[in-house]
Nanobody, 122 residues
Framework: QVQLVESGGGLVQAGGSLRLSCAAS?????????MGWYRQAPGGQRELVATITSGGRTNYADSVKGRFAILRDFAKKTVYLQMNSLKPEDTAVYFC???????????????WGQGTLVTVSS
């Protein structure tokens, strides 16, 4: 089993910045293939924000390009989301996601964090 622990959410004014962190851990040895962030606004569906592969390839939602940056430290099994120029429409619960290979069992898993709330006031 792999667990994801997120931190860094909170309340910020429009135009401000926040940095989210997500750390993966397990009692088993695992490799990370992709880590990323998704978000779900009140009444909305979960949507992709940004992902990053083990090779460093990134993918961003159009709505956050140029404002958000996803960074990784896969040696620490951690991914970050630097969010700048925040807008009220960025308000959502942000979920960390990881697709991993558990070495001991050769199982591919997709894991979700518990979510962290980001609120942007106007």
């Amino acid at each position: 089993q792999v667990q994801l622990v997120e931190s860094g959410g909170g309340l910020v004014q429009a135009g401000g910045s926040l940095r989210l962190s997500c750390a993966a851990s397990s009692g088993s040895i695992f490799n990370i293939n992709v880590m990323g962030w998704y978000r779900q606004a009140p009444g909305g569906q979960r949507e992709l924000v940004a992902t990053i592969t083990s090779g460093g390839r990134t993918n961003y939602a159009d709505s956050v390009k140029g404002r958000f940056a996803i960074l990784r430290d896969f040696a620490k099994k951690t991914v970050y989301l630097q969010m700048n120029s925040l807008k009220p429409e960025d308000t959502a619960v942000y979920f960390c996601n990881a697709r991993v290979l558990v070495i001991t069992s050769l199982r591919n898993l997709e894991v979700w964090g518990q979510g962290t709330l980001v609120t942007v006031s106007s």
